[in-house]
């Protein structure tokens, strides 16, 4: 189609630098270039935000589209289309002449389409002797094909952008909820472990981001809830480092203990070889021989015995076993634990009480167990019980008889363990072998 390469508008518009700069780009486009316009208004669509026209600009532009034969534009066929007022109102469904005509104006002004305005004003074209378009007025969509690649452009940078947001809010939210489940954690478990302050840096930065937030101001969220989720977790850890330190103690310590060797009673008269006197006994290290009078002397070179004291009294509830030892024996009872794994007494009784559950152990049964056992105690059979659960028929009588036994304190957890360790070690030498 042939034309001048500047044109201005009709009446009293006055052209604009804008204008200028449209037209002269326009007039650079290559006769064979081609783009699919229903892709070409997709890309406007999602870039409009960038591009600067609103939704209702949009439908105008559709109607527009509408208008022109084929779905590519190109060059070669002419891009002038020319429709009255009346039939782009009813393809924007019904829009008012004055609201069509302000933004047929937006849609110039922002460089989508340029006016090609006859003589008169009025749009309409001049066809040749074969009835194809010699000259058109009307809007020229020659604009929209010089900017096919920066519309297709800015749409790919917008959904970039909405899908790291979409991704960063995703992170912020899993990052929000694990130091949510820490700080839990750590006010159950810490009792000197100063959590106020982690607290009060939670509630500051779990308040709820305005739906418009940029990237950047969630990834600063992010980053500062990253910090407090791995301040939770170093806490937490030393805190369960402290706790296998204390457990190992008292092992070690028990060990010791036992490990002295067995003294003979100090009540009890001397038997041995190489004693000078049968009827010669020791209380509390100090030689005594009973006299025809019955009181017993002491001898003259040792000092005046010590006062008998009374055995120190153990608590019932204690452990009887310690917890490395009973977790050697008791494989299965860690995968109940939290995380699947156990470190403190706290995490055994947890444990317990899904493994009770689970083998269909009653409330009542086990609440029964705790009171004469102990909670440590009670968990230390559940324990037990889950290593040989194929051989237990009646899960919840098992534990009552114990229990009962128990009360006559005719019931001791030690023996119960060692049977299950030594069973372990054989089966483990079978193997082996």
């Known amino acids: 189609m042939e034309r001048g390469s500047v044109t201005t508008p009709f009446g009293r518009r006055a052209m604009t630098l804008g204008m200028l700069a449209s037209q002269i780009a326009a007039g650079d486009v290559p006769p064979d270039r081609s783009v699919d316009k229903w892709k070409l208004f997709r890309s406007l669509c999602e870039a409009k935000t960038v591009i600067g026209v609103s939704d209702r600009s949009l439908a105008v532009l559709n109607a527009l589209l509408s208008f022109y034969p084929g779905s590519e534009l190109t060059g070669e066929s002419g891009l002038v289309v020319f429709p009255s007022n009346a039939q782009l109102s009813l393809r924007t469904h019904g829009m008012a002449g004055t609201t069509l005509r302000r933004h047929l104006a937006c849609l110039v002004e922002a460089g989508l389409i340029l006016r090609r305005d006859s003589p008169n004003g009025k749009r309409y074209a001049r066809r040749g ?33 909405r899908q790291s947001l979409r991704l960063m809010r995703e992170r912020l939210s899993l990052c929000r909820r694990d130091a949510a489940k820490l700080l839990e954690l750590l006010r159950e478990s810490a009792t000197s472990v100063d959590w106020e302050q982690q607290q009060l840096r939670y509630e500051e930065l779990a308040t709820p981001l305005s739906r418009k937030a940029s990237a950047n101001d969630v990834e600063a969220v992010y980053n500062a809830m990253s910090k407090l989720r791995s301040d939770l977790a170093n806490q937490l850890e030393k805190l369960l480092n402290s706790a296998k330190l204390d457990a190992n103690d008292r092992h070690n310590g028990r060990h010791i203990q036992n490990s002295e060797p067995d003294s003979k009673s100090e009540s009890e008269p001397s038997l041995g070889k190489g004693s000078t006197n049968p009827l010669t006994y020791r209380i509390h290290g100090t030689a005594c021989r009973p006299n025809p009078s019955g009181i017993s002397a002491l001898t003259a070179d040792e000092p005046p015995a010590r006062p008998l004291l009374p055995p120190p009294t153990i608590s019932r509830h204690a452990p009887q076993v310690p917890l490395p030892v009973l977790l050697s024996a008791c494989l299965q009872i860690a995968d109940y634990g939290p995380q699947g794994r156990i470190a403190t007494w706290k995490d055994l009784t947890s444990a317990a009480v899904v493994v009770r559950t689970m083998l269909g152990v009653s409330t009542d049964a086990y609440d029964d167990a705790c009171s004469v056992l102990g909670p440590e105690n009670a968990a230390t059979v559940v324990s037990c019980m889950l290593e040989r ?26 023996p119960m363990v060692a049977a299950l360790s030594r069973a372990r070690m054989t089966a483990g030498t079978a193997l082996a072998s």
């Open 129 to 161: 002797r074969s009835g194809s378009v010699g000259e058109a007025f009307g809007f020229d969509l020659s604009p929209l094909v010089v900017r096919a690649n920066e519309f297709s452009t800015a749409a790919a940078e917008l959904a970039a952008a």
């Open 389 to 414: 659960a194929d051989r237990i028929s009646s899960p919840g009588g098992y534990l009552r008889d114990l229990t009962a036994r128990a009360r006559r304190q005719a019931f001791s957890l030690g």
